[in-house]
Structure formats: structure tokens, C-alpha cells
């Protein structure tokens, strides 16, 4: 199993920015796909950005703003998140996919039944 700890999250007023890391420990991820989600009370948790070896996805109401990427020697995926809206305001949870999926994960990085581990979340606050 990967244990996964999302930090970074926190309070900014909007247009500002934030940087969140996930740490992943009990194997390394650099053949494996990773996600982030944010979720808001009463809605479903919702696909943000992934990436997979050399490619990467993103939602399009983030896209231009945020940047996934990942350091293989510290097994950590970041989310920088840019020009942030009072709208990003959610927990944001790390993903993480342990099976290797091949071409179904090209056509499902955005559904949580796809990733096998999670983290436990970090608060995002965007103020107006």
C-alpha cells in the first residue's frame, strides 16, 4: 500500500497562489500515474490533474493555471495553482494509480475509481 500526505493548503485571497506537495511513501511512483482531486460539502469529488510518465491532464476549468509535476527522487507530485478563484476553494486529495493500466488510464485519468490510494486531503480557502 502507499501512504500519500497532500501539505501546502491554506488561506489566499484570490489571484494569488499556492503550491500543494504530495508525498508518497512505501514505493516509488515513477512508473505509475498520479492524480490531484478537490472536493467541495455536498458536491462529488472532482478530477483537477494527472500525470503519467511524460503527459499530463487537466481539468478545463484549470487549465493555464495549474501545474502538475512530480520529483522522482523525493516520490512528490505538486499542484501549482495560479491566478486562484474564490470557485477553487476545496480539499484537494492526491491520487495515486499502483496497477499498470496502459491505455485505459488514457481514457480515464479523471474518474477516482481509476486511482488506488488517496491522500487525506489539504484545505484550499480562495477569499474575494
Known amino acids: 500500500q502507499v501512504q500519500l500526505v497532500e501539505s501546502g493548503g491554506g488561506l489566499v485571497q484570490a489571484g494569488g497562489s499556492l503550491r500543494l506537495s504530495c508525498a508518497a511513501s512505501?514505493?516509488?511512483?515513477?512508473?505509475?500515474?498520479m492524480g490531484w482531486f478537490r472536493q467541495v460539502p455536498g458536491k462529488e469529488r472532482e478530477f483537477v490533474a494527472a500525470?503519467?510518465?511524460?503527459?499530463?491532464y487537466y481539468a478545463d476549468s484549470v487549465k493555464g493555471r495549474f501545474t502538475i509535476s512530480g520529483d522522482n527522487a523525493k516520490n512528490t507530485v505538486y499542484l501549482q495553482m495560479n491566478s486562484l478563484k474564490p470557485e477553487d476553494t476545496a480539499v484537494y486529495y492526491c491520487?495515486?494509480?499502483?496497477?499498470?493500466?496502459?491505455?485505459?488510464?488514457?481514457?480515464?485519468?479523471?474518474?477516482?475509481?481509476?486511482?488506488?490510494?488517496w491522500g487525506q486531503g489539504t484545505q484550499v480557502t480562495v477569499s474575494s
Open positions: 491520487a495515486a494509480v499502483s496497477r499498470n493500466l496502459g491505455t485505459y488510464y488514457s481514457a480515464n485519468y479523471d474518474a477516482t475509481t481509476t486511482y488506488d490510494d
Open positions: 512505501g514505493r516509488t511512483f515513477s512508473s505509475s500515474a
Open positions: 500525470m503519467r510518465r511524460y503527459s499530463t
